[in-house]
């Protein structure tokens, strides 16, 4: 133990990236003395549930889990990505419907959506909107 507030895990038969994975994934809730500071003690920290596979499934297991975070980054930047796009696209499409350069029809056919008539986007009545704007 450091100080009364601060202790350090120092691991000597596993790699720090497998205490590391390990660690991340446990929910300390379970094991802290509640309160208004919750304290987590040297006995607790001995009692916490610790599997120590072979040094060879550790750096197996460390890879894979660098590997599905990558993927889970990549794939989180292509959603922020193609929501922005999305905005984008629907900004302009509601602005030039509202300016008489596209009718709602062409709109929906840009999007790949047929419609008859789209009466609202977010509460604002588009037509009505369109209407008021080519009048004058």
Do not use: Y
Not at 111 to 120: L, N, P, Y
Request: glycine share 4%; charged share 30%.
């Amino acid at each position: 133990c450091v100080d009364n507030n601060m202790s350090a895990f120092i691991p000597k038969s596993v790699s720090s990236e497998w205490a590391h994975a390990w660690l991340s994934q446990l929910d300390f809730e379970e094991f802290v003395n509640p309160g208004a500071i919750p304290s987590f003690t040297e006995g607790q920290q001995k009692e916490l549930p610790f599997l120590v596979p072979p040094h060879d499934e550790q750096v197996a297991i460390c890879r894979e889990i660098e590997r599905l975070n990558r993927s889970k980054n990549n794939l989180s930047k292509e959603l922020r990505t193609s929501l922005e796009f999305l905005k984008e696209r629907r900004a302009a499409l509601i602005t030039a419907a509202v300016t008489g350069r596209i009718t709602v029809e062409e709109m929906a056919a840009q999007v790949g959506i047929w419609v008859d008539r789209v009466d609202k986007v977010d509460g604002v009545d588009l037509v009505d909107k369109v209407d008021k704007e080519r009048a004058l």
